[in-house]
């Protein structure tokens, strides 16, 4: 008679363990975060209809396995390429809360790009909104955990998070290695005769600074900007990071004669995975840490 009494409360025990983690779970909302522009937001409930304001919130968003909570992207948003088939809200900015509103969403994840007023006006009409603004790698990973947090889905934020980390620590320890400090210019654009380059404020420039570069235009003040050739042919950059084929370079009068061209240091990158604050920047400093490994000074 004792033994089926003590299987019992077992499983009563079992039972009561089961129905209080659902308890938690369940409590975790109404859950009330602070945003990357430092509003404290509460959501009300698990969000399950999700406009995008960016392309790397979309690609966050995915990720983490939303697939199927996102109504709504920006016309921007191409990647992966299931993004390219949800409903548009239009341009990142200005963002279009008419569009928005009209797809009912329980969530907005907007960016700093939309700006603050748009933000605050969905905010304004009861909408949830949540803003990020992942300006380093730091932030990034601390983006990717909050938006984790927002949809409950923290574990695959903590791994996607944590693999970033991890990409940049490997470039870091790379960067110790090397002991040189070669110039890099990095040449955004798709004519040689209007080029643009990133410096202080990009993921770019973190990452070629933590490899233990040195940006050319990471000292001029400004995070995308045009540079003079003078001033190019002045650095003469032993390397080249760029959306177009080197031979390009090899080509010019002006770009062949710098070390870069001449040492055969110009490598193609894919700008959009460099530029947008998503978890394909692990792939983006993989890349790098393997560049590295090539260059020399």
């Known amino acids: 008679m004792t033994r089926p009494k003590t299987m019992g409360r077992k499983g009563m025990v079992i039972g009561f363990c089961l129905l209080l983690a659902l308890s938690i779970r369940a409590g975790e909302f109404p859950l009330q975060l602070a945003d990357q522009f430092g509003r404290e937001i509460t959501l009300e409930r698990l969000p399950m209809r999700i406009v995008s304001g960016s392309p790397g919130n979309t690609e966050i968003l995915f990720a983490l396995g939303l697939a199927g909570r996102i109504v709504g992207v920006t016309d921007w948003c191409d990647y992966p390429s299931a993004a390219r088939h949800k409903?548009?809200?239009g341009n990142i900015t200005p963002m279009y809360l008419e569009r928005v509103l009209a797809l009912q969403p329980d969530l907005v994840l907007a960016c700093n790009l939309n700006g603050k007023e748009p933000v605050e006006n969905l905010t304004?009409?009861?909408v949830p909104t949540f803003a990020l603004n992942p300006v380093s790698f730091a932030d990034l990973s601390a983006a990717i955990r909050l938006v984790g947090r927002l949809t409950a889905t923290e574990e695959t934020a903590e791994q996607l998070a944590w693999a970033l980390e991890t990409a940049l620590d490997n470039l870091r320890r790379e960067g110790g290695r090397s002991g040189s400090k070669p110039k890099v210019f990095i040449a955004i654009g798709s004519d040689l005769a209007d080029l643009w380059t990133a410096g202080t404020g990009t993921f770019l420039d973190e990452a070629v600074t933590v490899l233990g570069w040195e940006n050319i235009a990471g000292g001029l003040g400004f995070s995308w900007g045009q540079i003079a050739l003078e001033y190019i042919l002045a650095q003469n950059p032993a390397v080249i990071l760029t959306e177009l084929a080197p031979d390009v370079f090899a080509q010019d009068p002006f770009f062949r004669e710098l070390a870069a061209v001449k040492r055969n240091q110009v490598f193609q990158i894919n700008i959009d995975?460099?530029?947008?604050?998503?978890?394909?920047?692990?792939?983006?400093?993989q890349d790098l840490k393997h560049l590295g490994e090539q260059v020399q000074e």
């Open 273 to 285: 995975i460099f530029s947008r604050p998503g978890p394909r920047l692990v792939t983006a400093l």
């Open 124 to 126: 304004a009409l009861g």
């Open 87 to 89: 409903p548009k809200i």
